[in-house]
T-cell receptor
Framework: GAVVSQHPSRVICKSGTSVKIECRSL??????MFWYRQFPKKSLMLMAT?????????EQGVEKDKFLINHASLTLSTLTVTSAHPEDSSFYIC????????????????FGPGTRLTVT | GENVEQHPSTLSVQEGDSAVIKCTYS??????FPWYKQELGKRPQLIID?????GEKKDQRIAVTLNKTAKHFSLHITETQPEDSAVYFC??????????FGTGTLLAVQP
């Protein structure tokens, strides 16, 4: 159980175009999902918290108009990189928290396999 | 702001030796402390986690200790094996639900 998928796994796009990345929780519901960006040999940097049915919460320094997040259902969040530039090339990883609780708050996050974005 | 310092950045040990990675956090409201192992190009995998009401937790060759007063926690891997070689990240979370990751440690276990 607790499987998170991402699509696509790899994408190459031209500068100025937009790219959409999907994050799905396959066997559980997730009211909250998270989007991270990871540059080579670096740590995961949280970009935003995606909340089902409401606006995403962006971390300081992350442009909300450039990285559009939509969390329209309990199993799907999408990240759209608009007007992509070469500096947006990175590994994008999502994670999801299981909405079910068992007598308390659920902390564990389940990670997707990541999407390698290359902007040429 | 919130941040997590992780040391060392690289660690090389001989097979069978122990490895220790340490993290220090700043957010006093943190109450969840997971450790992740990430292989090249793969997703982070949770290997062990600890809540703030516990000082130590062990799972076979892996253990984590937490000192909330000093705001630091450590990962201990005993009897290391070549397949333990990877990048390890600590993280901490709290009331805000989000996880803040450490800078990572590249562990190399020499056979």
């Amino acid at each position: 159980g607790a499987v998170v998928s991402q699509h696509p796994s790899r994408v190459i796009c031209k500068s100025g175009t937009s790219v959409k990345i999907e994050c799905r929780s396959l066997d559980f519901q997730a009211t909250t999902m998270f989007w991270y960006r990871q540059f080579p040999k670096k740590s995961l940097m949280l970009m935003a918290t995606s909340n089902e049915g409401s606006k995403a919460t962006y971390e300081q320094g992350v442009e909300k108009d450039k990285f559009l997040i939509n969390h329209a259902s309990l199993t799907l969040s999408t990240l759209t990189v608009t007007s992509a530039h070469p500096e947006d090339s990175s590994f994008y990883i999502c994670s999801a928290r299981d909405s079910r609780t068992s007598g308390g708050f659920t902390y564990e996050q389940y990670f997707g396999p990541g999407t390698r974005l290359t902007v040429t | 702001g919130e941040n997590v310092e992780q040391h060392p950045s690289t660690l090389s040990v001989q097979e069978g030796d122990s490895a220790v990675i340490k993290c220090t956090y700043s957010d006093s409201a943190s109450n969840y402390f997971p450790w992740y192992k990430q292989e090249l190009g793969k997703r982070p995998q949770l290997i062990i986690d600890i809540r703030s009401n516990v000082g130590e937790k062990k799972d076979q060759r892996i253990a984590v200790t937490l000192n909330k007063t000093a705001k630091h926690f450590s990962l201990h891997i005993t009897e290391t094996q070549p397949e333990d070689s990877a990048v390890y990240f600590c993280a901490n979370g709290g009331a805000t639900n989000k996880l803040i990751f450490g800078t990572g440690t590249l562990l190399a276990v020499q056979p």
